[in-house]
C-alpha cells in the first residue's frame, strides 16, 4: 500500500516540472535555427547567381586547309573564367595557353582563333565556363583538304610481256574521301569505256592494245584533282595486216604492195618474192615505209613480176610473214546497184582490169536449194581500167544469191563478195530501184509506176466510163 502511494507521489513531481524543463530549452533552439536561415541566405545572394551564360551558338564548320577560323564563344555576365578544349585536351584556361601550338590563339571576347589550319585540327572545340555544372558549347571542325595521291607503286614506266595480265592501283587521301578514276590519255581504256571508277583495274592476257599512258585521277571538289600517270609497254612479236591480199596491175603499169607491221621492240622488215630477198633499186624495186607502213612499189610491172610476195618482220620476240599476190587478172567485181523490174532482177557491177576484159560470167541461184545458173553479160568498151556490167534476171519470187567473175588474158579474177537479194513479184507498171549497202545488203531508192502512153489509155477510159455512169444514174433519179 505505502509503495503504490510513492509511486503515485514521483509521478505527480515529473509531471509539474517537465513543462518548466522544455519552457526553458525552446528559446535557445529558435533562436538557432533563426541564425541558421540568416547565413544560408547570406551565401545565395554572394555567389555568382543565375546570371551567367554563353551568347554563342554551336556551329559545325568546314574550313579549307591553310585558311583561318574563329571558334565564337561570348559569354555574359561578369568576372567570367572560360576553358577551351580540343576534344578531350586542353588549350586554354582562360587566358592560359596549355600546349605549345601558337596557331592556337584565344581572343579577348572569349573566341579561339586557329590559323592556317591543317587536317590535324578536325574535331570537337568545347567551350565552358570555369565553373561546375554551368553552361557550354562545342564546335564541330572539318578541315576541307584537297586531294592527294598516295601509295604509288607504278613509277613513270611499266613493262610487260604479250599475254600477261596487267594491274593498277591508286589511292588518295582528302577531305571528303577523293573519288578516283582511271583513263588512257589519247585513247579509250581497252574495255572500249572513256574511263573506269575505282581504285584497281586489272586487264587479263595482255596485247599490243593495252599500251599506252594511264592516268590515275582522284577529285573531291576541294582544290584541284590530283594525278599520277604510267606509261605501260607491252613486249610482243610482229603483227602483220595486210592491206590487199591481192594487187591486182597490168604490164607497164606501176604496182604498190602494202603491209603494216606493229611490233615491241622495232621490227625488222623485209620484202622476198619466191624465197629471195629483193633490194631497193631506184629502177626497179622502191622499198619504203611510213610509220608502221611498209611499201614495196614494183615499177613499170612486167609478167615475170606477176607472183607471190612475202612480207617478213622479225624482233627478239619473233617473227611472223605474210603473203601478197601480185596479179595481172581482173580484180574481184564489186556491185553497185540493183532494180527490182515487173518480171526479174537488174545488177549493176563495177570491174577493175589493166588488161582488156574478154568475158563475164554472172552466177546466181535461189538460195532455197535452187541450182547455180549462168548468164554472160555483155563486154562494153571501159573507161580507163574500170568496166561497169549490167545485167537483167528473169526471176520467179524468192531469195536469191548472185557472183561476178571477169577474165583477161592472165586468167579469171576471185568471185565477188556474193551479193544477196530478195525479188518479189511487182505489180504491172511498178519498180523498185536498190543500190549496194554495208555488209552485202541492199537498200530500197523508190518504188515508182511506170506509165506508158499504152497505161494511160485505160485509165482516160475508166475515167469517161466513171462519169458517164454517174451522169446516167442523175438522170433517173431525177
Given at each position: 500500500m505505502n509503495r503504490a502511494l510513492w509511486l503515485l507521489l514521483i509521478i505527480g513531481l515529473n509531471a509539474a516540472l517537465l513543462p518548466a524543463v522544455f519552457a526553458d530549452s525552446e528559446p535557445d533552439y529558435l533562436g538557432d535555427k533563426e541564425e541558421y536561415d540568416e547565413e544560408d541566405g547570406d551565401e545565395e545572394d554572394g555567389g555568382l547567381g543565375d546570371n551567367i551564360s554563353i551568347i554563342s551558338k554551336a556551329r559545325d564548320l568546314q574550313i579549307r586547309e591553310k585558311d583561318d577560323v574563329v571558334l565564337p564563344c561570348e559569354t555574359?555576365?561578369?568576372?567570367?573564367?572560360?576553358?577551351?578544349?580540343?576534344?578531350?585536351?586542353i588549350l586554354f584556361t582562360d587566358m592560359i595557353r596549355s600546349g605549345k601550338d601558337k596557331r592556337y590563339e584565344r581572343l579577348d571576347n572569349g573566341s579561339l582563333k586557329i590559323s592556317k589550319v591543317t587536317a590535324e585540327d578536325t574535331g570537337n572545340y568545347t567551350c565552358q565556363i570555369a565553373i561546375q555544372s554551368k553552361p557550354s558549347i562545342t564546335h564541330q571542325l572539318k578541315v576541307l583538304i584537297a586531294p592527294r595521291i598516295v601509295n604509288w607503286n607504278h613509277g613513270l614506266k611499266k613493262t610487260l610481256n604479250k599475254g600477261e595480265s596487267l594491274s593498277l592501283s591508286c589511292s588518295a587521301?582528302?577531305?571528303?574521301?577523293?573519288?578516283?578514276?582511271?583513263?588512257?590519255?589519247?585513247?579509250?581504256?581497252?574495255?572500249?569505256?572513256?574511263?573506269?571508277d575505282g581504285e584497281s583495274v586489272i586487264f587479263e592476257d595482255v596485247s599490243r592494245k593495252h599500251g599506252g599512258v594511264y592516268e590515275c585521277l582522284a577529285t573531291n571538289n576541294v582544290g584541284d584533282p590530283a594525278t599520277s600517270s604510267v606509261e605501260v609497254e607491252?613486249?610482243?612479236?610482229?603483227?602483220?595486216?595486210i592491206e590487199k591480199a591481192i594487187v591486182n596491175s597490168g604490164e607497164g603499169s606501176d604496182a604498190e604492195l602494202v603491209c603494216e607491221v606493229h611490233a615491241d621492240p622495232r621490227p625488222k622488215v623485209g620484202w622476198f618474192k619466191d624465197g629471195v630477198a629483193i633490194a631497193h633499186t631506184p629502177d626497179k624495186f622502191?622499198?619504203?615505209?611510213?610509220?608502221s607502213k611498209h611499201l614495196l612499189t614494183i615499177i613499170n610491172t612486167q609478167k615475170s613480176d606477176f607472183g607471190n610476195y612475202t612480207c617478213h618482220a622479225n624482233n627478239s620476240m619473233g617473227r611472223v610473214d605474210k603473203v601478197v599476190r601480185l596479179s595481172g587478172e581482173p580484180s574481184p567485181a564489186r556491185y553497185i546497184s540493183g532494180e527490182e523490174m515487173e518480171n526479174g532482177q537488174k545488177l549493176n557491177w563495177l570491174v577493175e582490169s589493166h588488161s582488156p576484159v574478154s568475158k563475164f560470167t554472172l552466177?546466181?541461184?535461189?538460195?532455197?536449194?535452187?541450182?547455180?545458173?549462168?548468164?554472160?553479160?555483155p563486154v562494153e568498151n571501159p573507161e580507163g581500167n574500170l568496166y561497169s556490167v549490167e545485167q537483167n534476171l528473169d526471176l520467179t519470187p524468192g531469195e536469191y544469191e548472185a557472183i561476178l567473175l571477169s577474165e583477161n588474158t592472165y586468167g579469171w579474177s576471185d568471185p565477188s563478195i556474193p551479193h544477196l537479194f530478195n525479188y518479189t513479184m511487182l505489180e504491172p507498171g511498178k519498180r523498185k530501184k536498190l543500190k549496194a549497202a554495208g555488209g552485202g545488203g541492199i537498200l530500197l531508192l523508190e518504188e515508182q509506176a511506170e506509165e506508158t502512153s499504152e497505161n494511160n489509155a485505160p485509165s482516160v477510159k475508166s475515167q469517161i466510163f466513171a462519169v458517164l455512169t454517174i451522169a446516167s444514174l442523175s438522170t433517173f433519179f431525177l
Open positions: 555574359e555576365g561578369d568576372n567570367i573564367q572560360i576553358i577551351w578544349l580540343k576534344d578531350k585536351t587521301t582528302g577531305y571528303p574521301q577523293p573519288s578516283i578514276s582511271w583513263s588512257r590519255k589519247g585513247r579509250r581504256m581497252p574495255n572500249g569505256e572513256e574511263t573506269i607491252i613486249k610482243y612479236a610482229p603483227e602483220i595486216e622502191k622499198i619504203s615505209h611510213a610509220g552466177k546466181y541461184r535461189n538460195r532455197k536449194g535452187g541450182n547455180w545458173m549462168e548468164v554472160h553479160p
